[in-house]
C-alpha cells in the first residue's frame, strides 16, 4: 500500500560541535517543516518524561 508522506531533514550542532542530521517524516501533508519540528520537539519532551518515569519508577 502506498502513503503519501512528507520527509524532513534537520541538520543540527552538538554541544562538542559535530553536526548530525535527523530525518522527520508525516503523513500529513499540510504540514510545513517547522511545524513538523515543533512537533517532534514536543514529542521527544513527553518520550524524555515517561522514560524517567521508569527509570525512576524501577518500571523498565
Do not use: C, P
Not at 520527509?7 to 530525518?23: A, T, V
Not at 513538523?36 to 525512576?56: A, G, L, M, P
Request: hydrophobic share 40%.
Amino acid at each position: 500500500m502506498d502513503v503519501a508522506s512528507l520527509l524532513h531533514r534537520q541538520i543540527y550542532k552538538n554541544k562538542d560541535s559535530s553536526e548530525g542530521i535527523l530525518y522527520l517524516i508525516s503523513n500529513d501533508l499540510k504540514l510545513d517543516k517547522h511545524l513538523i519540528e515543533t512537533i517532534y520537539q514536543k514529542q521527544w519532551k513527553v518520550d524524555v518524561f515517561h522514560k524517567n518515569i521508569k527509570y525512576n519508577t524501577l518500571l523498565a
